[in-house]
């Protein structure tokens, strides 16, 4: 009588995986009934016995794949300044990384998403031009002193706008308005941002009762 099945290949192994044409070492085994069941460089992923050929036993085309660290130095939602934008304020709405490679270099670039506090208005960055409030912020309050006039008459305008001017915002528009300020105002505790939280409540109450008289 033959003994217990034993798994084709041992922890360490290097084999390719046919279904990928991709090269790994395996890193666990583990096994289901009668079926042995492969783990490739800690993945998680599980590849049956049949998929998977020793690297020198394997006479096909292989894919070369690298693994890429990429460092996202700041997050989305987070408020920063901009080099050559001077006291404008900008807030991290996306982030992506475009990968270049060429015979004998590569690199990766990693661009940022903004958009301006006080109009709303996108830009694309490199993140080497993204200067985090938390790294001065001593020259961050006097940058945010600097627009405090502008910014408050710009959404008040929209709060509050005269016949004639342009549509209301909506509420998805005034709810980032109150997330803006409100973050401004933890950041600085200057009351007029609290003023500006306030008065964007109010227009979300006069949204909501129109809309439920209607």
Request: proline fraction near 2%; hydrophobic fraction near 40%; charged fraction near 30%.
């Given at each position: 009588?033959?003994g217990p099945?034993?798994?084709?290949?041992?922890?360490?192994?290097?084999?390719?995986?046919?279904?990928?044409g991709?090269v790994g070492t395996?890193t666990?085994?583990?096994q289901?009934?009668d079926t042995?069941?492969?783990?490739?460089?800690?993945s998680?992923?599980?590849f049956?016995?049949?998929?998977?050929?020793l690297l020198s036993?394997?006479?096909?085309?292989?894919w070369?794949?690298?693994?890429?660290e990429?460092?996202?130095?700041f997050?989305?939602?987070?408020?920063?300044?901009?080099?050559?934008?001077?006291?404008?304020?900008?807030?991290v709405?996306?982030?992506?990384?475009?990968?270049?490679?060429?015979?004998?270099?590569?690199?990766?670039?990693?661009?940022?998403?903004?958009?301006?506090?006080?109009?709303?208005?996108?830009?694309?960055?490199?993140?080497?031009?993204m200067?985090?409030?938390a790294d001065?912020?001593?020259?961050?309050?006097?940058?945010?002193?600097n627009?405090?006039?502008?910014?408050?008459?710009?959404?008040?305008?929209?709060l509050s706008p005269?016949?004639?001017?342009?549509?209301?915002p909506?509420?998805?528009?005034?709810?980032?308005m109150?997330?803006?300020?409100?973050?401004?105002?933890e950041?600085?505790?200057?009351?007029?941002?609290?003023?500006?939280?306030?008065?964007v409540?109010?227009?979300l109450?006069?949204?909501?009762?129109?809309?439920?008289?209607?």
């Open positions: 009588m033959s099945k034993r798994p084709k290949f041992s922890v360490g192994d290097i084999v390719v995986n046919t279904l990928y991709t395996i666990d085994i583990q289901s009934d042995f069941l492969y783990e490739i460089n800690h998680r992923s599980l049956m016995e049949h998929m998977l050929v036993d394997f006479t096909g085309d292989l070369i794949t690298e693994e890429i990429v460092e996202l130095p997050f989305l939602g987070e408020i920063v300044r901009v080099r050559d934008y001077g006291d404008h304020l900008f807030k709405v996306g982030v992506r990384t475009e990968i270049y490679r060429y015979h004998g270099e590569g690199w990766e670039e990693t661009i940022y998403e903004l958009k301006r506090l006080i109009d709303g208005w996108e830009i694309e960055v490199h993140m080497d031009d200067i985090p409030l001065d912020e001593e020259t961050s309050i006097i940058l945010i002193q627009i405090v006039q502008s910014a408050p008459m710009k959404a008040y305008a929209l005269a016949e004639g001017e342009a549509k209301l909506s509420i998805d528009e005034l709810l980032d109150y997330n803006d300020y409100k973050f401004l105002y950041w600085f505790r200057d009351e007029r941002y609290k003023q500006m939280m306030e008065t409540v109010e227009r109450q006069m949204m909501a009762n129109y809309h439920n008289r209607n």
